[in-house]
């Protein structure tokens, strides 16, 4: 092969390797959870969660305090249905170490 078609050759199979991995490959799957905002006030913690996508989605808000002696609480899980929004609320006695969602498929 002269050395122009060998050229030719590989940009060739180079182009139709990069179009062909770029046709196949899947998109990730976009997550499908509420999006929720927790704020901390001393001992308070509230969050709000707004879903906007197609489908349920179970919300719960844990809260870890920040002394041995103060069990951490959890509120009850909520269904956050498409295009609703949803406000959760739970405290310690004397503060708050971290709070954070789970979420669930509703």
């Given at each position: 092969?002269?050395p122009?078609?060998r050229?030719?050759?590989?940009?060739l199979?180079?182009?139709?390797?990069?179009?062909?991995?770029?046709?196949i490959?899947?998109?990730?799957?976009?997550?499908?959870?509420?999006?929720?905002h927790?704020r901390?006030?001393?001992?308070?913690?509230?969050?709000?969660?707004?879903?906007?996508?197609?489908?349920?989605?179970?919300v719960?808000?844990?809260?870890?305090?920040?002394?041995?002696?103060?069990?951490g609480m959890?509120?009850?899980?909520?269904?956050?249905?498409?295009?609703?929004?949803?406000?959760l609320?739970?405290?310690?006695?004397l503060?708050?170490?971290?709070?954070?969602?789970?979420?669930?498929?509703?």
């Open positions: 092969m002269s122009p078609i050229r030719a050759a590989v940009l199979f180079a182009t139709l390797a990069l179009l062909g991995t770029t046709a490959a899947p998109a990730p799957p976009t997550p499908r959870e509420a999006e929720c927790t901390l006030h001393g001992s308070h913690a509230v969050t709000h969660c707004f879903n906007g996508n197609a489908t349920p989605d179970r719960q808000l844990h809260v870890e305090c920040v002394h041995w002696w103060d069990p959890d509120t009850a899980p909520v269904t956050v249905g498409p295009a609703r929004h949803v406000v609320a739970q405290r310690c006695w503060g708050i170490r971290r709070a954070w969602v789970t979420h669930a498929p509703g």
